[in-house]
Protein backbone atom coordinates (compact mmCIF):
# COMPACT_ATOMS: atom_id res chain seq x y z
CA UNK A 1 0.00 0.00 0.00
CA UNK A 2 2.90 2.48 0.57
CA UNK A 3 4.81 1.90 -2.56
CA UNK A 4 1.36 2.50 -4.55
CA UNK A 5 0.92 5.72 -2.26
CA UNK A 6 4.14 6.38 -3.38
CA UNK A 7 4.26 5.61 -6.73
CA UNK A 8 0.83 8.03 -7.12
CA UNK A 9 2.70 10.67 -5.68
CA UNK A 10 5.18 10.88 -8.13
CA UNK A 11 2.71 10.48 -10.92
CA UNK A 12 1.12 13.25 -9.74
CA UNK A 13 4.18 15.50 -8.91
CA UNK A 14 5.49 14.59 -12.71
CA UNK A 15 1.68 15.80 -14.21
CA UNK A 16 2.17 18.71 -12.47
CA UNK A 17 5.62 19.76 -13.47
CA UNK A 18 4.47 18.42 -17.37
CA UNK A 19 1.31 21.11 -17.22
CA UNK A 20 3.17 23.82 -15.59
CA UNK A 21 5.75 22.77 -18.88
CA UNK A 22 3.10 23.21 -21.29
CA UNK A 23 1.82 26.50 -19.22
CA UNK A 24 5.47 27.77 -19.68
CA UNK A 25 5.92 27.13 -23.32
CA UNK A 26 2.32 28.09 -24.06
CA UNK A 27 3.03 31.71 -22.38
CA UNK A 28 6.64 31.69 -24.29
CA UNK A 29 6.78 34.34 -26.84
CA UNK A 30 7.87 33.43 -30.35
CA UNK A 31 11.91 34.38 -31.03
CA UNK A 32 13.06 36.52 -34.00
CA UNK A 33 17.03 36.38 -33.98
CA UNK A 34 18.58 39.58 -35.64
CA UNK A 35 22.34 38.76 -36.75
CA UNK A 36 25.32 41.24 -37.23
CA UNK A 37 28.66 39.90 -39.13
CA UNK A 38 30.74 42.17 -37.63
CA UNK A 39 34.81 42.95 -37.25
CA UNK A 40 34.95 42.25 -33.51
CA UNK A 41 38.73 41.48 -33.66
CA UNK A 42 41.47 42.82 -36.38
CA UNK A 43 42.67 46.05 -37.89
CA UNK A 44 38.58 47.08 -37.83
CA UNK A 45 37.43 45.85 -34.41
CA UNK A 46 36.70 49.29 -33.22
CA UNK A 47 33.59 50.03 -35.85
CA UNK A 48 32.82 46.32 -35.22
CA UNK A 49 31.86 46.65 -31.26
CA UNK A 50 30.56 50.42 -31.82
CA UNK A 51 27.74 48.44 -34.40
CA UNK A 52 27.57 45.68 -31.33
CA UNK A 53 27.09 48.35 -28.98
CA UNK A 54 24.58 50.35 -30.61
CA UNK A 55 22.25 47.31 -31.40
CA UNK A 56 22.99 45.94 -27.68
CA UNK A 57 21.55 49.32 -26.53
CA UNK A 58 18.52 49.00 -29.11
CA UNK A 59 17.42 45.95 -27.44
CA UNK A 60 18.06 47.48 -23.89
CA UNK A 61 16.29 50.63 -24.38
CA UNK A 62 12.92 48.26 -24.84
CA UNK A 63 9.82 47.50 -22.54
CA UNK A 64 10.27 44.16 -23.55
CA UNK A 65 7.14 42.76 -21.59
CA UNK A 66 4.82 44.88 -24.37
CA UNK A 67 6.64 43.24 -27.59
CA UNK A 68 5.21 40.46 -28.99
CA UNK A 69 8.48 38.86 -29.87
CA UNK A 70 11.70 38.02 -27.88
CA UNK A 71 14.09 39.55 -29.84
CA UNK A 72 17.54 38.10 -29.34
CA UNK A 73 21.06 39.87 -30.88
CA UNK A 74 23.52 36.81 -32.56
CA UNK A 75 27.10 38.37 -33.08
CA UNK A 76 29.92 36.69 -35.49
CA UNK A 77 33.42 38.10 -36.21
CA UNK A 78 34.75 38.35 -39.86
CA UNK A 79 38.13 40.23 -38.99
CA UNK A 80 37.06 42.38 -41.33
CA UNK A 81 37.66 39.32 -44.04
CA UNK A 82 35.14 39.37 -47.32
CA UNK A 83 36.23 36.17 -48.24
CA UNK A 84 35.00 34.50 -44.91
CA UNK A 85 31.34 35.89 -44.94
CA UNK A 86 29.43 33.53 -46.85
CA UNK A 87 30.11 30.52 -44.28
CA UNK A 88 29.47 32.88 -41.45
CA UNK A 89 26.16 34.13 -42.99
CA UNK A 90 25.55 30.00 -43.61
CA UNK A 91 25.95 29.74 -40.14
CA UNK A 92 23.99 32.64 -39.25
CA UNK A 93 20.90 31.30 -41.25
CA UNK A 94 21.14 27.33 -40.88
CA UNK A 95 22.36 27.02 -37.40
CA UNK A 96 21.11 30.02 -35.61
CA UNK A 97 18.41 30.55 -37.54
CA UNK A 98 18.42 34.38 -37.69
CA UNK A 99 15.62 36.44 -39.53
CA UNK A 100 17.68 39.35 -40.54
CA UNK A 101 21.69 40.48 -41.09
CA UNK A 102 23.58 43.30 -40.62
CA UNK A 103 26.93 44.23 -42.09
CA UNK A 104 29.80 46.76 -41.79
CA UNK A 105 29.79 48.08 -45.15
CA UNK A 106 28.16 47.54 -48.82
CA UNK A 107 30.86 44.81 -50.13
CA UNK A 108 30.47 42.57 -47.43
CA UNK A 109 26.44 42.57 -47.95
CA UNK A 110 27.12 42.30 -51.90
CA UNK A 111 28.75 38.85 -51.05
CA UNK A 112 26.23 37.55 -49.20
CA UNK A 113 22.98 39.01 -50.76
CA UNK A 114 22.40 35.66 -53.18
CA UNK A 115 22.83 33.11 -50.31
CA UNK A 116 19.90 36.10 -47.79
CA UNK A 117 18.14 36.05 -51.23
CA UNK A 118 17.92 32.10 -51.51
CA UNK A 119 16.99 31.89 -48.00
CA UNK A 120 14.75 35.33 -48.04
CA UNK A 121 16.62 37.07 -45.47
CA UNK A 122 17.01 40.84 -44.89
CA UNK A 123 20.79 42.33 -45.09
CA UNK A 124 21.37 45.50 -43.96
CA UNK A 125 24.37 47.46 -44.31
CA UNK A 126 25.97 50.86 -43.60
CA UNK A 127 27.69 52.55 -45.89
CA UNK A 128 28.41 55.21 -47.75
CA UNK A 129 26.82 54.73 -51.68
CA UNK A 130 25.43 56.26 -54.55
CA UNK A 131 22.10 57.56 -54.18
CA UNK A 132 20.86 56.33 -57.65
CA UNK A 133 23.29 52.35 -57.03
CA UNK A 134 21.45 49.43 -57.98
CA UNK A 135 20.13 47.47 -55.64
CA UNK A 136 22.18 43.99 -54.79
CA UNK A 137 19.24 42.11 -53.10
CA UNK A 138 15.84 41.54 -53.10
CA UNK A 139 15.82 42.32 -49.45
CA UNK A 140 18.87 44.54 -48.66
CA UNK A 141 18.84 47.61 -47.34
CA UNK A 142 21.80 50.47 -47.17
CA UNK A 143 21.77 53.00 -44.32
CA UNK A 144 24.18 56.19 -44.67
CA UNK A 145 25.07 58.81 -47.03
CA UNK A 146 24.99 59.65 -50.26
CA UNK A 147 28.29 60.27 -52.61
CA UNK A 148 26.44 63.32 -53.68
CA UNK A 149 25.61 64.80 -50.25
CA UNK A 150 29.35 64.31 -48.48
CA UNK A 151 30.78 66.43 -51.64
CA UNK A 152 27.38 68.67 -51.08
CA UNK A 153 28.67 69.63 -47.36
CA UNK A 154 32.35 69.45 -47.57
CA UNK A 155 31.89 72.01 -50.35
CA UNK A 156 29.32 74.22 -47.95
CA UNK A 157 32.30 74.13 -45.14
CA UNK A 158 34.85 74.86 -47.47
CA UNK A 159 32.93 78.22 -48.71
CA UNK A 160 31.31 78.95 -45.03
CA UNK A 161 35.09 79.05 -44.12
CA UNK A 162 36.22 81.29 -46.70
CA UNK A 163 38.75 79.10 -47.70
CA UNK A 164 40.41 79.83 -51.42
CA UNK A 165 41.90 77.18 -52.25
CA UNK A 166 42.01 73.20 -51.32
CA UNK A 167 44.45 70.30 -52.37
CA UNK A 168 42.01 66.81 -52.07
CA UNK A 169 44.05 63.76 -51.53
CA UNK A 170 41.35 60.99 -52.35
CA UNK A 171 41.93 57.29 -51.33
CA UNK A 172 41.43 55.34 -54.99
CA UNK A 173 39.20 52.72 -53.00
CA UNK A 174 35.20 51.73 -53.51
CA UNK A 175 32.42 54.57 -53.82
CA UNK A 176 35.42 57.62 -53.05
CA UNK A 177 35.82 57.62 -56.65
CA UNK A 178 32.51 58.78 -56.94
CA UNK A 179 33.10 60.99 -54.18
CA UNK A 180 36.27 62.57 -56.22
CA UNK A 181 33.82 63.20 -59.31
CA UNK A 182 31.40 64.83 -57.75
CA UNK A 183 33.73 66.97 -55.79
CA UNK A 184 35.30 68.10 -58.34
CA UNK A 185 32.49 68.96 -60.62
CA UNK A 186 31.13 71.20 -57.04
CA UNK A 187 34.59 72.55 -57.08
CA UNK A 188 34.33 73.75 -60.39
CA UNK A 189 31.68 75.96 -60.57
CA UNK A 190 32.62 77.41 -57.30
CA UNK A 191 36.02 80.30 -56.68
CA UNK A 192 38.05 77.63 -54.91
CA UNK A 193 41.43 77.04 -56.40
CA UNK A 194 41.48 73.19 -56.13
CA UNK A 195 44.07 70.35 -57.02
CA UNK A 196 42.99 66.81 -57.07
CA UNK A 197 45.86 63.94 -55.74
CA UNK A 198 44.83 60.41 -55.93
CA UNK A 199 46.53 57.14 -53.86
CA UNK A 200 46.09 53.40 -53.80
CA UNK A 201 45.57 51.82 -50.49
CA UNK A 202 49.40 50.69 -49.14
CA UNK A 203 50.79 54.15 -50.51
CA UNK A 204 52.83 55.30 -47.40
CA UNK A 205 55.03 58.09 -48.20
CA UNK A 206 53.23 61.19 -49.65
CA UNK A 207 55.89 64.14 -48.45
CA UNK A 208 56.55 65.00 -52.01
CA UNK A 209 53.16 65.43 -52.92
CA UNK A 210 52.57 67.89 -50.00
CA UNK A 211 55.54 69.80 -50.70
CA UNK A 212 54.17 70.25 -54.76
CA UNK A 213 51.19 71.04 -53.02
CA UNK A 214 52.55 73.40 -51.12
CA UNK A 215 54.84 74.83 -53.31
CA UNK A 216 51.65 75.23 -55.88
CA UNK A 217 50.60 77.52 -52.78
CA UNK A 218 48.13 75.53 -51.65
CA UNK A 219 47.90 75.90 -47.75
CA UNK A 220 44.27 73.83 -47.45
CA UNK A 221 43.74 70.15 -47.75
CA UNK A 222 41.22 67.56 -47.88
CA UNK A 223 41.61 63.88 -46.82
CA UNK A 224 39.72 61.05 -47.78
CA UNK A 225 40.78 58.11 -47.40
CA UNK A 226 40.94 54.64 -44.29
CA UNK A 227 43.36 53.93 -41.86
CA UNK A 228 46.31 53.51 -42.35
CA UNK A 229 46.71 55.89 -45.05
CA UNK A 230 44.67 58.55 -43.23
CA UNK A 231 46.81 58.43 -40.70
CA UNK A 232 50.12 58.80 -42.44
CA UNK A 233 48.81 61.78 -44.79
CA UNK A 234 47.45 63.32 -41.42
CA UNK A 235 51.01 62.78 -39.73
CA UNK A 236 53.08 63.91 -43.06
CA UNK A 237 51.07 67.43 -43.27
CA UNK A 238 51.20 67.95 -39.91
CA UNK A 239 55.18 67.33 -40.21
CA UNK A 240 55.53 69.79 -43.04
CA UNK A 241 54.02 72.67 -41.30
CA UNK A 242 50.22 72.39 -42.04
CA UNK A 243 47.78 72.82 -38.84
CA UNK A 244 44.52 70.98 -38.12
CA UNK A 245 42.71 74.02 -38.75
CA UNK A 246 43.88 74.00 -42.26
CA UNK A 247 42.66 70.32 -42.77
CA UNK A 248 39.26 68.72 -43.75
CA UNK A 249 38.57 65.16 -43.87
CA UNK A 250 36.01 62.42 -44.83
CA UNK A 251 36.90 59.32 -42.63
CA UNK A 252 38.43 61.05 -39.80
CA UNK A 253 36.12 59.49 -37.23
CA UNK A 254 36.28 55.35 -38.43
CA UNK A 255 38.83 54.53 -35.54
CA UNK A 256 39.14 55.67 -31.84
CA UNK A 257 39.46 59.44 -31.68
CA UNK A 258 42.83 60.79 -31.04
CA UNK A 259 44.03 64.28 -29.62
CA UNK A 260 46.76 64.35 -31.99
CA UNK A 261 43.56 65.45 -34.39
CA UNK A 262 41.43 68.25 -32.91
CA UNK A 263 40.15 71.00 -34.42
CA UNK A 264 40.33 68.80 -38.04
CA UNK A 265 36.69 69.39 -39.68
CA UNK A 266 35.19 66.32 -40.61
CA UNK A 267 32.14 65.15 -42.37
CA UNK A 268 30.79 62.54 -40.78
CA UNK A 269 27.21 60.33 -40.67
CA UNK A 270 25.30 61.58 -37.61
CA UNK A 271 26.44 59.50 -34.71
CA UNK A 272 23.19 60.42 -32.80
CA UNK A 273 22.34 62.72 -29.79
CA UNK A 274 24.86 64.10 -27.24
CA UNK A 275 23.31 61.98 -24.32
CA UNK A 276 23.08 58.76 -26.98
CA UNK A 277 27.06 59.41 -27.65
CA UNK A 278 27.95 59.53 -23.78
CA UNK A 279 25.91 56.47 -22.76
CA UNK A 280 26.96 54.38 -25.87
CA UNK A 281 30.64 55.39 -24.60
CA UNK A 282 30.20 55.27 -20.64
CA UNK A 283 27.54 51.56 -20.42
CA UNK A 284 28.96 49.48 -23.41
CA UNK A 285 32.54 51.25 -22.74
CA UNK A 286 34.02 51.58 -25.94
CA UNK A 287 35.88 54.42 -27.15
CA UNK A 288 34.73 54.72 -30.79
CA UNK A 289 31.05 55.63 -31.53
CA UNK A 290 30.85 54.63 -35.66
CA UNK A 291 28.10 52.99 -36.49
CA UNK A 292 26.59 52.57 -33.54
CA UNK A 293 23.84 55.64 -34.01
CA UNK A 294 23.16 53.38 -37.38
CA UNK A 295 23.07 49.80 -35.81
CA UNK A 296 20.44 51.23 -33.11
CA UNK A 297 18.42 52.03 -36.20
CA UNK A 298 18.55 49.00 -37.37
CA UNK A 299 17.90 46.88 -34.75
CA UNK A 300 15.26 49.36 -33.90
CA UNK A 301 13.89 49.33 -37.50
CA UNK A 302 13.07 45.89 -37.31
CA UNK A 303 11.46 45.49 -33.48
CA UNK A 304 9.45 47.95 -35.67
CA UNK A 305 8.36 46.22 -38.39
CA UNK A 306 7.58 42.86 -37.07
CA UNK A 307 5.60 44.54 -34.42
CA UNK A 308 3.47 46.21 -36.93
CA UNK A 309 3.41 43.03 -39.01
CA UNK A 310 2.46 40.60 -35.79
CA UNK A 311 -0.10 37.71 -36.30
CA UNK A 312 -0.80 35.03 -33.98
CA UNK A 313 0.99 31.98 -34.78
CA UNK A 314 2.48 33.36 -37.84
CA UNK A 315 6.10 35.77 -38.46
CA UNK A 316 5.92 38.17 -41.16
CA UNK A 317 7.99 36.92 -43.98
CA UNK A 318 10.87 38.82 -45.44
CA UNK A 319 8.95 40.45 -48.24
CA UNK A 320 6.47 41.84 -45.91
CA UNK A 321 9.45 43.18 -43.88
CA UNK A 322 10.62 44.84 -46.92
CA UNK A 323 7.34 46.14 -48.31
CA UNK A 324 7.16 47.65 -44.63
CA UNK A 325 10.06 49.56 -44.67
CA UNK A 326 9.51 50.93 -47.87
CA UNK A 327 6.00 52.03 -46.36
CA UNK A 328 7.46 54.16 -43.97
CA UNK A 329 9.21 56.47 -46.55
CA UNK A 330 10.53 59.36 -43.97
CA UNK A 331 10.74 58.52 -40.19
CA UNK A 332 13.12 60.02 -37.55
CA UNK A 333 15.41 57.68 -36.21
CA UNK A 334 18.71 58.36 -34.27
CA UNK A 335 21.34 59.04 -36.85
CA UNK A 336 18.57 62.44 -38.08
CA UNK A 337 16.10 62.03 -40.65
CA UNK A 338 15.78 58.67 -42.28
CA UNK A 339 14.45 58.68 -45.83
CA UNK A 340 13.83 55.29 -47.59
CA UNK A 341 14.56 55.32 -51.17
CA UNK A 342 12.60 52.75 -54.08
CA UNK A 343 16.02 51.14 -54.11
CA UNK A 344 16.97 50.10 -50.65
CA UNK A 345 18.92 53.29 -49.64
CA UNK A 346 18.18 54.85 -46.55
CA UNK A 347 19.64 58.24 -46.66
CA UNK A 348 20.64 60.89 -43.73
CA UNK A 349 22.37 63.87 -44.12
CA UNK A 350 25.52 63.99 -43.38
CA UNK A 351 27.11 66.54 -40.80
CA UNK A 352 30.25 68.51 -39.95
CA UNK A 353 32.37 67.25 -36.06
CA UNK A 354 35.01 68.69 -34.97
CA UNK A 355 37.01 66.49 -32.35
CA UNK A 356 37.64 68.78 -29.24
CA UNK A 357 38.28 68.38 -25.65
CA UNK A 358 38.06 64.72 -25.64
CA UNK A 359 34.66 64.94 -27.63
CA UNK A 360 32.61 64.72 -31.11
CA UNK A 361 31.61 68.12 -30.74
CA UNK A 362 28.92 69.10 -34.04
CA UNK A 363 29.31 72.42 -35.48
CA UNK A 364 27.51 71.88 -38.73
CA UNK A 365 23.95 69.91 -39.35
Not at 174 to 198: C, M, P, R, W
Amino acid sequence: MKKFLLSLCMILALTACDEKKETANADAKPVIKIGAILPLTGSQADMGEAAKAGMQKALDDKDKSSLHYDYQLVFEDNQAKLPSMPAIANKLIMQDKVNAIGVITSPMARIIAPIADQHQILIYAFSIEEEKYERFGKYAFIQGMSTESVAQKLVEIFVADKIDNISLYMENIGVLGSLTAYLEQKLSKSDIKFEVNTFNPGERDFRIAIEKSKNKEFMHFLQAGFPPERDIILKQLSETGITNENIYSFGLDLGKPLKEYSNIKAVSYNQGTDEFMEEIQQKYSIDNIYGSAAFYDFVNLMIDAYEALYKEGQKPTAEEITAYIHSKKEYPCMSGQCVVHPNGFIINDPIIRVYQGGKWVTIKE
